[in-house]
């Protein structure tokens, strides 16, 4: 109907049968959702078809900041900073709205080509909560893939502690440092 593509995320049926996960994968969606932004890639609709949980958003024409750098190699520090300020002008625009991003990592930072052969880079919304709820893993089978980009925030269940974006950003540059040149 739409006649543009667009990239489907779906869920394992077996999760779309939990109650819990449904709860929070409704309400997830809604803040994904509520997030308008360049540097954050739109969700179109959530919803379920035979039993199956699906997230429908923009499609981007490109690859994650991982493969790029496994791709290319080093990265030019000019380029690194272009980068990792997308993201954290997408981080931005969520903590505007209350919301914390709990997944960022290489993965989930989308770049695409732009007209002007400039990067275009956008992050992928998912894991999201409201920066004044408890905090509680998402999805604890699938913690021991994400460790490595936990902020204290993402691990600590403190009220006290709201600065989950910016040091989730950090792993960032952290990571790819030994690729950076300069």
């Known amino acids: 109907v739409l006649q543009r593509p667009v990239a489907l995320k779906l869920i394992a049926t077996e999760s779309a049968h939990?109650?819990?996960f449904r709860e929070r994968f409704e309400?997830?969606?809604?803040?994904a959702a509520s997030i308008d932004h360049p540097n954050v890639i739109p969700i179109y609709e959530?919803?379920?078809?035979?039993g199956s949980l699906f997230l429908a958003m923009r499609?981007?024409?490109?690859t994650d900041l991982g493969a790029l750098i496994a791709a290319e190699g080093t990265l030019a520090p000019a380029h690194a900073m272009r980068i990792v300020a997308q993201v954290a002008a997408g981080l931005s625009a969520a903590h505007a709205l209350g919301l914390v991003h709990r997944d960022v990592k290489p993965a989930n930072v989308l770049i695409a080509a732009g007209q002007d052969g400039d990067r275009r880079v956008a992050m992928l919304p998912f894991d999201l909560r409201q920066s004044n709820l408890p905090q509680m893993p998402a999805f604890p089978i699938l913690m021991s893939n994400v460790l490595a980009y936990l902020s204290p925030a993402?691990?600590?269940q403190s009220p006290?502690?709201?600065?989950?974006?910016?040091?989730?950003?950090?792993?960032?540059?952290?990571?790819?440092?030994?690729?950076?040149a300069g």
């Open 46 to 50: 959530a919803g379920e078809v035979d």
């Open 160 to 180: 006290e502690i709201h600065t989950g974006d910016p040091e989730s950003l950090s792993p960032l540059p952290q990571v790819e440092r030994v690729r950076v």
């Open 27 to 31: 309400r997830e969606s809604q803040l």
């Open 154 to 156: 993402g691990v600590v």
């Open 18 to 20: 939990d109650a819990r």
């Open 59 to 62: 499609f981007v024409e490109g």
